[in-house]
């Protein structure tokens, strides 16, 4: 019940949540992914999903952690002097988009942001990108305080989202 509650209140269409647990885990608190999408037309606010998990145990004492939250964002991406920036569909969130810490790409590939770049480049029109949203590792408690911290200062103070692209869609022609 408190888990359809979160959902709603946080725009997840709870019928898409989903605990895999990592193969081989056993015991009573299992490492895994957790998949979720927003409910259909909408957009899930990451400061009210915060604010929800915090609202649970995982936002007191907990040696519970999050490894990265991964996001799919749908909207437009531009040059925005050096940095590349999505905007959100529908919506006036902005993402400054960077390189992932964790992108080792193989011998002669290039990364995610590169091969984004070079398209927006072009003058391909992105649709969506994926990436890990910046702040979002580490102890829960830990985590969420400190992206509390950061929604409560004063707009032009905040450092903007980041996005740490894994990969990103193209319009058809």
């Given at each position: 019940?408190?888990?359809?509650?979160?959902?709603?209140?946080?725009?997840?269409?709870?019928?898409?949540?989903?605990?895999?647990?990592?193969?081989?885990?056993?015991?009573?608190?299992?490492?895994?992914?957790?998949?979720?999408?927003?409910?259909?037309?909408?957009?899930?606010?990451?400061?009210?999903?915060?604010?929800?998990?915090?609202?649970?145990?995982?936002?007191?004492?907990?040696?519970?952690?999050?490894?990265?939250?991964?996001?799919?964002?749908?909207?437009?991406?531009?040059?925005?002097?050096?940095?590349l920036k999505l905007t959100v569909s529908g919506t006036k969130d902005q993402f400054l988009l960077g390189e992932d810490p964790q992108a080792k790409p193989?011998?002669?590939?290039?990364?995610?942001?590169?091969?984004?770049?070079?398209?927006?480049?072009?003058?391909?029109?992105?649709?969506?990108?994926?990436?890990?949203?910046?702040?979002?590792?580490?102890?829960?408690?830990?985590?969420?305080?400190?992206?509390?911290?950061?929604?409560?200062?004063?707009?032009?103070?905040?450092?903007?989202?980041?996005?740490?692209?894994?990969?990103?869609?193209?319009?058809?022609?």
């Amino acid at each position: 019940m408190a888990q359809e509650a979160t959902a709603r209140q946080s725009g997840v269409d709870d019928k898409s949540v989903k605990l895999t647990a990592k193969e081989g885990a056993t015991g009573s608190y299992q490492p895994g992914t957790i998949t979720f999408a927003a409910r259909k037309g909408k957009s899930i606010d990451l400061a009210k999903l915060r604010a929800d998990i915090q609202a649970t145990r995982l936002g007191k004492r907990t040696s519970s952690a999050v490894t990265y939250l991964e996001i799919t964002a749908t909207g437009t991406v531009v040059e925005a002097g050096k940095e590349l920036k999505l905007t959100v569909s529908g919506t006036k969130d902005q993402f400054l988009l960077g390189e992932d810490p964790q992108a080792k790409p193989a011998k002669g590939e290039k990364t995610a942001l590169s091969r984004l770049r070079e398209a927006v480049t072009k003058g391909e029109k992105v649709t969506g990108v994926t990436g890990r949203v910046e702040g979002w590792s580490g102890k829960w408690p830990d985590v969420l305080k400190a992206l509390e911290a950061e929604e409560k200062k004063a707009p032009g103070k905040r450092k903007p989202s980041r996005l740490f692209v894994t990969g990103f869609e193209v319009a058809k022609r």
